[in-house]
């Protein structure tokens, strides 16, 4: 009888960051990943593509628990997450290792590192919420390689942050099955995924994997959850800045999720596999902009340029600037709990009912959670 194993079975990690893996299934002699659409059939010993989940004796296991890639303290702009408390503090990490193959992968350094030892910092779910709530931040973020391959890590951290008060956010490019979905994101507050471009022949091309998990991903968390939720838009050029193509996945966002589902256009630069390409110009950024807006989304945004007017946050209905924003710094700060301060209409988003209470600004501050231990 073939074994088939879905929840994490409870167990302490090794001290070398090893512990028995969820969703995974044995099928022919092999063992066959159920966390991500990839669906790794691996031999003894054998690790799947991100290369953190292994068959070892036998078992599933996930192989960098407890290890991450370091940690920083990040503005929530940065994430980016415009309408998850905005100004707040947010207490970044990731491990290594990634589920996509982006050729232009930004985090390629961590996300396609297979030495973990020498990149991996100890820090248990315990300490790291612990330091969360030390330095005052709102948020842990879960990011920089994607959050699905260590889910096993992520949730066990979410928990140990939840019993503090701290909320917790995936940064994710959302290619997860099914058969994980719930028990992931059931401890996420909140979720930027990163829908790379609309065509599947950008996927395969460039990211060797597939759009439509993606965009089962993104229905799922607007409308299966109460996960918050932001999407990011790399723009390379020539590769996914067609006007038509983006018009196209416009539409589907305002058909499928609705118009309160905040996008980020942001600008690439030339990057591990794709240096040949040049820098994102703004105007093409400026144009994909007035797309979206043309379409009838609420809430656009360009990213990686400086851009007040289309960083800011404007009320859908009467029109005026409600979160101005210059890079990671709010200027004028016009809500009333989650309402304008103009018209009153709601603006969608999680915020704090007292108003801005503080800005963590641009600020980027390295954290050694062995303080915290």
Not at 7 to 18: D, E, M, Q, V, Y
Not at 339 to 348: E, K, S
Request: one cysteine or more.
């Amino acid at each position: 009888m073939s074994r088939r194993v879905d929840i994490p079975p409870p167990a302490s990690p090794t001290a070398s960051g090893i512990v028995p893996a969820g969703w995974w299934h044995e099928e022919d002699g092999k063992l066959v990943c159920d966390l991500c659409p990839r669906s790794c059939r691996l031999g003894e010993g054998q690790r799947g593509f991100c290369f953190i989940r292994q068959n070892l004796g036998g078992q599933m296991v996930l192989t960098s628990y407890g290890r991450s890639t370091g940690f920083c303290i990040d503005p929530i702009e940065k994430k980016p997450l415009n309408h998850f408390y905005p100004g707040t503090a947010v207490l970044s990490f990731g491990t290594a290792g990634c589920n996509l193959g982006c050729k232009f992968c930004q985090n390629w350094s961590i996300s396609k590192s297979r030495e973990i030892e020498r990149l991996s910092e100890t820090a248990s779910p315990q300490a790291i919420a612990r330091a969360a709530k030390a330095l005052g931040c709102k948020s842990v973020a879960y990011t920089y390689n994607d959050p699905v391959i260590f889910a096993e890590y992520a949730v066990d951290t979410a928990k140990a942050c939840h019993e503090l008060g701290i909320k917790n956010v995936a940064v994710t490019a959302g290619y997860i099955s099914e058969a994980a979905r719930d028990y992931f994101f059931e401890h996420m507050d909140a979720a930027n995924v990163d829908l790379k471009g609309f065509s599947e022949d950008f996927y395969h091309r460039l990211c060797a994997g597939h759009l439509q998990p993606v965009l089962d991903t993104l229905k799922y968390l607007v409308h299966r959850t109460q996960v918050w939720v932001e999407i990011t838009n790399l723009i390379i050029p020539s590769e996914n800045d067609d006007p038509g193509e983006i018009r196209a996945m416009c539409e589907w966002i305002l058909k499928e999720l609705g118009p309160d589902v905040p996008l980020h256009f942001t600008a690439f630069h030339p990057d591990f596999r794709l240096m040949d390409h040049p820098p994102t110009p703004v105007d093409t950024l400026i144009r994909a902009y007035d797309i979206a807006r043309e379409v009838g989304l609420h809430y656009v945004y360009t990213g990686n340029v400086l851009d007040i007017a289309r960083q800011s946050t404007y009320c859908p209905k009467c029109g005026n600037v409600v979160i101005e924003r210059q890079g990671y710094w709010i200027g004028r700060y016009a809500l009333k709990g989650s309402n304008c301060g103009y018209c009153g209409a709601p603006i969608a988003g999680r915020f704090d009912p007292q108003g801005l209470r503080e800005q963590w600004g641009a600020r980027r501050q390295p954290v050694r959670i062995a303080n915290f231990a």
